[in-house]
């Protein structure tokens, strides 16, 4: 099994893959649930073979079929995806054999393929070739950054906070870091939780930012933190049953 991320992983599905041309399963695969089916497409080319442009996906529980991802517009997390769960890809597949030589196209015979990624992006202007779209993203992105900038600025170490993280219960606990992480994208915010609901003990990729026991300690988005007056729970016997 893979280890855990020593951050917080709220919006990454784990998943399997199948494919339509034999009976080989890729297991546990993680996948953000912000991905355009487009873009998940693309993903799975290397892993099965298909063609991102002609492929149609499945989403299975077991053997039940439980939706087509058919819209390639919407992120994989509109679709009722859930860690096991598997997806199937059904496409025209070319066989693959080793010791063959590897064949290239030119950029310009690449461009002139009808059934293409490239070719299936510009034709229904998805990704990078919509450009009302990317302009879009660019202004979201940099609208989050300017407000992850203004909450890391009024947020004190040791300040008490209140962790609100998707697919995860509401969490108590103070902050102990605010900044970048080594090899991520991105300002985080350090939190040693007061219970045991993190997913490390204050360090990440192998460094450490602060101290607190195993699985006490998050790296979160400043998005999901908000600081104020949240003292600690305090629990008794006479709450057990």
């Known amino acids: 099994m893979a280890p855990t991320s020593s951050f917080e992983l709220s919006d990454i599905v784990t998943i399997n893959i199948s494919n339509s041309q034999n009976d080989t399963v890729s297991f546990e695969r993680k ?15 290397p892993i099965t073979g298909g063609n991102a442009g002609t492929m149609r996906l499945e989403l299975y529980s077991g053997d ?46 690449y461009d002139k393929k009808a059934d293409s990624l490239r070719s299936f992006l510009k034709k229904n ?34 300040a008490r906070c209140r962790v609100t993280a998707k697919n995860n219960p509401v969490r108590l606990g103070t902050v102990m870091y605010k900044g970048p992480l080594d090899g991520k994208p991105g300002v985080f915010i350090g939190v040693k939780f007061d ?3 993190g997913v490390n003990d204050g360090s990440a990729n192998g460094k450490r930012y602060f101290e607190c026991g195993p699985k006490y300690g998050s790296f979160v988005a400043p998005k999901a933190v ?11 016997l006479d709450d057990e049953l």
Do not use: W
């Open 125 to 158: 202007k998805l990704g990078k070739y919509n450009e009302e779209e990317m302009a879009k993203q660019e202004e979201d992105r940099k609208r989050q950054e300017e407000e992850d900038r203004r909450k890391l600025e009024a947020t004190t170490i040791g």
């Open 226 to 236: 908000e600081v104020g007056d949240f003292p600690p729970e305090e629990f008794s």
């Open 64 to 109: 039940k079929l439980v939706a087509k991802l058919d819209d390639d517009s919407q992120p994989l997390g509109s679709y009722p995806v859930d860690d096991g769960m598997r997806v199937h890809v059904v496409d025209q597949f070319q066989c693959i054999q080793e010791n063959v030589p590897k064949f290239e196209l030119s950029q310009e015979e």
């Open 31 to 45: 996948y953000s649930r912000a991905l355009k089916i487009y873009e998940f497409k693309g993903k799975l080319e």
């Open 195 to 197: 219970e045991p609901l």
